[in-house]
């Protein structure tokens, strides 16, 4: 079964820590970049950081030099390490997958977790 699976959300104080975690279960002859998403009530999903098949990461200005991204390939899992949170950081987080250019066509193209929400107080 294809799927994505996060955790790590929770209610922290602004400037505290939080780490999120996506497990994947893809099968292992297809390869992803992942990526992180997040989406606050009434706004749009944006992208917070990408983790590229080949290593490149990139991250949303917003969050760059306080969230890393991160995977451990043993354990198939994607992190979001963040740091120094803000008010501003309070979403639904998302783990999505997109398959990457050197996958088999046959490979799930595109696959979404179901969220874990980051909330952060002043």
């Known amino acids: 079964q294809v799927r994505l699976v996060e955790s790590g959300g929770g209610s922290v104080q602004a400037e505290g820590s939080l780490r999120l975690s996506c497990e994947a279960s893809?099968?292992?002859?297809?390869?992803?970049?992942m990526s992180w998403h997040r989406q606050a009530p009434g706004k749009q999903r944006d992208t917070v950081s990408t983790l590229g098949a080949d290593g490149t990461t990139a991250y949303a200005d917003s969050v760059k030099g306080r969230f890393t991204i991160s995977q451990d390939s043993a354990k198939k899992t994607v992190y979001l390490q963040m740091n120094r949170l803000k008010p501003e950081d309070t979403a639904m987080y998302y783990c999505?997958?997109?398959?990457?250019?050197?996958?088999?066509?046959?490979?799930?193209?595109?696959?979404w977790g179901q969220g874990t929400q980051v909330t952060v107080s002043a």
């Open positions: 893809l099968y292992a002859s297809c390869t992803y970049d």
């Open positions: 999505h997958a997109r398959r990457s250019e050197n996958s088999p066509s046959w490979c799930v193209p595109i696959v």
